[in-house]
């Protein structure tokens, strides 16, 4: 179809050319180019002619660490219904690239320089190389792809083709703690409240993820999963290296619940036939500064761990089990090695019981000790000097300045959960919904001979899960258990109880995401996901 003149993100080459452009800001979090990539993205709509006739529809918002999320609001009238795209811009960092780090954010020079080195990759990448219908490079499948597209139906909204609202809403940060959709819930509530606007559905374009190596299917999702970082502070006893039998390393402790947790299947949930990958250790370090031949009396644990819809006050009981399970094959191991080291049985030790406590139960302990005000003031202290650290940082700091007032209660195991959360979504059941995807199901297949499949849960993980119906009883539990909370990390719960928008995630097509072989397959991206959105707002306009 011939293109009009005005229009500029509208074919799949104007698309592709508004996502070289992206790309090529290094958005990468925490960075002076996340915040540029906003101001640049606004002066991108500030061109459109709608935007220049109502310039208050189109705003950048602050976050509270100087950050900026981005929104933009084409009113149809006085309509109500409205839809939101949601997306982010931030991308992951690209040590990953190596020798070609710097041009990581320059699609067409990256697939120049992979091609001329065809034999380092695998067959599928040399494929995917030969073929012209991939772009690489970092963010171009998560997920400035989804901007791109989302811009390109923001266009379509100003030129009055659909018959509501469209809001676009692309946030910062989502790649770390979510600070930008965190700080965006009460932006969208005052949007609505400002211009009388009723939310209909959040759609976000996060990529297709595979379920398997190889998988080809093409997703459409109602949901996104949601996730904890469960922690377990290891207090040990401090010794000598010469007499390791008068301590306990915490390292070893710390070992011992890693080799309990690691892939433990008991933590997968299967809900209609969509399982949770098994936790995964994301982080295991000591706390001991420098070298000496002290053995560390002090280490962590953190770990990924996907949830559906498990209660958190079960998923604790149960995390606190798995403590209980390392702290007795640790003292048990620890008795039987010692009685081996020293050859009879006659000098066995008496067995030895480590701790275990959460968060919420070691705090109680220290307010009863110490007095609430003295723990005040240690929270303070020690918030006021964490200066730039990273909130993982951060919590296990203030953890391990409570533990180290509690010392009488060592050898001891706390569990407590750090930053990120995010609460399970799912919108399957949702009315809107149950009408809405059957038609896209059957607008994809005849429209595009593409077999498009529901899946409950977005397993990539996505900002939609502080949009959407979730069990926000569970964020009390968390509260509890969680160190950094209203100290440096928060969610407006209140507003959470407020939003219960339906969700939906339909997004381009991509392969590798986060890694240095990260792409885009531009038609399936550009020509039919971007069909199926447009199709999929016109459609929910319809049948309001």
Known sequence: ???????????????????????????????????????????MLQDLAYFQEHPEHLKLHGTNDGRKILTALVKKGNCKDTVILLSHFDVVGVDDYGRWKELAFDPERLAEAFTSQLSLF??????????GEWMFGRGTMDMKSGLALHMSILEKAAMNHFNGNVLLLTVCDEEVNSTGMRSAIPVIQDIAEKFALKYQLCINS???????????????????????????????????????????NANYLASMVTCEMELNTIFCESVEGETTPPPTNLWQKDLKQGYSVQIPDRAVTLF????????????????????????RKTAENYSRQKGLFTHTEEKLPNNFTINVFSFEELLLYAEKKLGEDRIHHLYEKTISDIGMMDDRERSILL?????????????????????????????????????LVPKLIDYAKNQHD???????????????????PSGKDDIQILSSCMPLWNKGYHIPSDLLNHFQIPVLN???????????????????SFDKTRDMLEFTVKQLFLEN
């Open 1 to 43: 179809m011939k293109q009009k003149l005005d229009e500029k993100w509208q074919s799949v080459d104007q698309l592709k050319n508004l996502l070289i452009d992206l790309v090529k800001i290094p958005s990468i979090t925490g960075t002076a180019d996340e915040v540029r990539f906003s101001n640049d993205v606004f002066k």
């Open 206 to 248: 996060e990529p297709i993820f595979s379920n398997y190596p190889g998988d080809q299917t093409k997703y459409v999702y109602t949901g996104s999963l949601g996730k904890v970082l469960p922690a377990f502070y290891c207090m040990g006893k401090e010794t000598h290296a010469a007499e390791p039998f008068t301590g306990l």
């Open 122 to 131: 695998s067959e599928e990448i040399q494929n995917d190389l030969r073929s």
């Open 506 to 524: 339909l997004g381009p097509w991509g392969k590798d995401p986060h890694k240095m072989s990260e792409r885009l397959h531009i038609q399936y």
């Open 304 to 327: 990924n761990l996907f949830l559906m819809e498990k209660p958190l006050n079960q998923l604790a009981e149960e995390l606190k089990q798995v403590a209980s399970h390392a702290a």
């Open 450 to 468: 593409l077999e498009l499949v529901q899946q409950n849960y977005f397993s990539g993980l996505s900002d939609l899960s502080y949009i959407g």
């Open 399 to 435: 953890v391990d300045q409570l533990a180290q007032q509690c010392k009488e209660l060592s050898p001891m195991i706390v569990l407590f959960f750090a930053p990120p959360y995010y609460p399970a979504v799912c919108s399957s059941k949702n009315e809107t919904v149950t009408r």
